[in-house]
């Protein structure tokens, strides 16, 4: 589906998930939508929450206002409609470079 | 260009092509070959490595950022879920999208404006932008072309505006001509309400939305534009219908075409008033008077011509939520029928014109009444008639751009307590200038506060209420101190009383008084409004009907302290007037070289006019404390025999359900429900115990209870009725409320009756006997509809 690019396999392949946490990330759904925001969080089951996103339609579709982007705040994008993953390799390298575990929280432990 | 649009096909035919939601899966499992748009340059995919890498989280568990919590993201939208997600709704709908350019009949065009008009009074109500006028695929297109400049606001593709090919197109010149420059009159009227709407005394989301979601309203087109663009409008029908005329066919079809082009003219007409009716919110309301007064014709003419509309609801969709700024869920459309739109209209129209009459007041204190009886009103006023009574009222930071608040101040103080008129009008030598000055300071922001918080939907209301009480609590702490400093002793002078400890005597303290009044005051509307707003459980209401009584025995003591000192100042006054001439005669007859009965500056008395306008106003309120009390008495007693016989749960008993005993123990509750009031320094709030004590009913009997409510519901109506008789003239600051007043009067009584009413009933249901409570047969309901808003009446029926 997807090759992963030669720039960052040293760096990333098996950094574990935290290096990706706040990296701006465009997702790819099912639909042919992209969604552009910082990654807030994920799980097992590739279930994607993303802070501030914004909405761009598919080709073929009217672009809208402020050139086809559409402001959608918070969202949670789950794992089975995700088509593509891509993220923004300047921020993940320099997120791979200060990189802290971060902690692996669990649901009862927020609660 | 992708290869979907070569072929002309929509992109989502290719997976998804209805708005069910079993689309959903077919959109999950769509074909390969979808056309992703490029991602920038500085993008990599990460699709197989974050997979990979997200397979090393343990079950259940979540990586996230370390600020973030998970109540954060309930407000987060869920992609792909048709409930949550607009984006996905307007993909759905885009098989089915609607073509504005093309053109409609003119019975569907009146339709599409009725309905835009509803829609309009619809977002009045409450209802979002994106749920009401945005819905419109009209206004969607127009705003999605607007650049700034209005031309720019057509029903064509971006650019490109639909050439009308000549007047004879008629469908053409309905939708391009007539309905465009209506979605603009409509567009202007929701900005220029928008923009009035932004004010303290409304609160977003709760009484209006005004979220554009990043649409410009077009603020910076002028009024005139609109206007004239509408004129030319009207202009273009009255040609079309004389030409129509011309031609002497009496078909159906002509008459109906005639009977729409009527309705546009009309409609654009109506348009064109409320454009200037709202562009002139600040100019003297003669001119808005006038304005609004040409409504009335024309409203009759638009409901007449309603029946000609062809419905075009395709015209209209939620799908545009998808296309917003807006990171809600969809939301349905809020519906209203033409027949609630008119009455809504009506309704606005008749709030500002009455908030208008506010420029009539006599004296300043009517204006503080009218602020009472407009909060009082039910239904609640529009928030764009509430918005508009304070902007109207306080411009400029002065009332009416015209008077200070503390002109209110001062005007209320004397109006309430007749203090001595040097108290306001010391020099600033004296020493106690500056305190007082700092004082009425204070005592105007209150006051204006006030004026503000009237403005609010009703709980709203009460709960600034109860913010706002402290603050007057504090401001009393602020009265006393002042008033107990010896300089300010001399405005308040020990009056001698009638009672035989003459040498103990009363001081005035008209600064002190007041503001305990205006407490009390809001201690009393909170009390009762809780009954209004529905806010306390049956068991409750013995518990508040005995605070209120209370509130209102403290309130009554202290209006009738207020009286006593009067009519000692009113002695005096009388005294040292006859002093006064006697001394005049004798200095002309024997030279006498002083006036020695004339009492020193500071206790200068009020003038007579002063004193009879106080004993008129403390006339009214002690009439209406004791209707309250009164009533508040029977329905204590009525509510006390309904405990007795056990159809109402005692407030002191222990809770049904031994397993919430921790937390809803009658102690706590009490002080729930005192909360608002326990900060409060004086009255204080009776303990429980003393609560406990007071409504213990073991000696009581529910006849002899029965009989306490009939008499003192009797008694509340024979001073309903004298109160009710007062002439105009010897009430005062009521020259805006006159027919409010009376009617609350009236709704007194009702409740009265009511209340009655439900005694016998209950009487006659021999409760001693217990067989209905037992068998759980009795029926307790409240009624408010047509009652006293403080006072609901609680109906008791046997069940079938």
Sequence with gaps: MSTTNSLLDPELDGGGISQYISVPFIVTTTDGRQFHGPLIGTDREQNIILGDATEKLPIGFKSRRNEGFRYVGMIVVPGKYILRIDADWRALQSNSLNRRRHPQISISDVL | MSTLEANGASPISNYATASDPTNVQRLGTGPSNIPIPPVAPNYVDITDVFAKEAQKIRPGELAMLETFELVNAINALEIMDLKMDTGLLDMLSRDKEFDTKANRAARQVLWVMDELFAMEMSWHTGGALSQTVFTCLYIEQALKNFNGCVSSAHFGDESNEVPISSDEDLESVFVHVVLREFVLGIIKTCDLSRRRLQCNEIMEDEDIVTQTYSLDLMQFVPVSKICSGLTDAINKMKRLKTESEKQHVHDQETADLLGCIDGFIVRLELRILAIKALDSVDDAPEKQIELLTGTGDLIRRVVSTNSLAEPLPVAFSIAIQGRLECGMPPRPKVEMSFGDAIATLERLINGIRDVLRIHDYGSLGDITTYFEEFAMRRPTELPYVRCQLFKRFFVHRKIFGKFLMRDAVIADITDLCCPSPALFAIDE?????????????????????????????????????????????????????????????????????????????????????????????????????????????????????????????????????????????????????????????????????????????????????????????????????????????????FMAALVLAGCVRSFTASPVDPSKEEYTTPELLYKLRMKPFSTIGVPEVPSFETYQRLSDLRDWQIDSLLDNAQITVNNARNMTDVWSKLKPEQQINTKLVQESSAKMRRSLTRSCVGTNVAISVLRQMNLQHRSFVEENKLKISVLRDNFHPFFPVLSVSTRK
């Excluded at chain 2, 009393?476 to 002042?482: A, F, K, P, R, T």
């Excluded at chain 2, 209006?559 to 002093?579: G, K, W």
Aim: net charge neutral.
């Design chain 2, 429 to 637: 030598s004296h020493p106690c200038r500056q305190a007082l000055d700092l004082f009425l300071t204070r005592a105007e922001v209150c006051f204006e506060n006030l004026f503000s918080i009237m403005c609010h939907n009703r709980a709203r209301l009460r709960q600034r209420l109860c913010g706002a009480i402290m603050d007057w609590d504090s401001l009393q702490v602020d009265s006393e101190h002042l008033e107990s400093s010896v300089e300010m002793l001399e405005f308040s002078p020990l009056l001698p009383t009638d009672q035989r400890s003459s040498d103990e005597g009363i001081r005035a303290l008209p600064l002190s008084s007041w503001v305990y009044f205006r407490k009390l005051q809001i201690m009393i509307w909170i009390v009762f409004m809780g009954f209004e707003l529905d806010i306390y459980r049956l068991e409750e209401w013995p518990l508040m009907l005995w605070y209120g009584d209370y509130i209102l025995g403290v309130m009554d003591s202290h209006v009738a302290r207020i009286e006593t000192i009067l009519e000692i100042t009113a002695a005096m006054r009388q005294d040292s007037t006859t002093h006064y001439t006697k001394s005049r005669k004798s200095k002309k007859n024997k030279g006498a070289k002083s006036i020695s009965a004339m009492p020193a500056s500071g206790a200068l008395p009020p003038s007579q006019e002063s004193i009879m306008r106080t004993r008129m106003w403390l006339a009214g309120l002690r009439s209406q404390i004791g209707v309250y009390k009164e009533l508040c008495h029977g329905y204590m007693c």
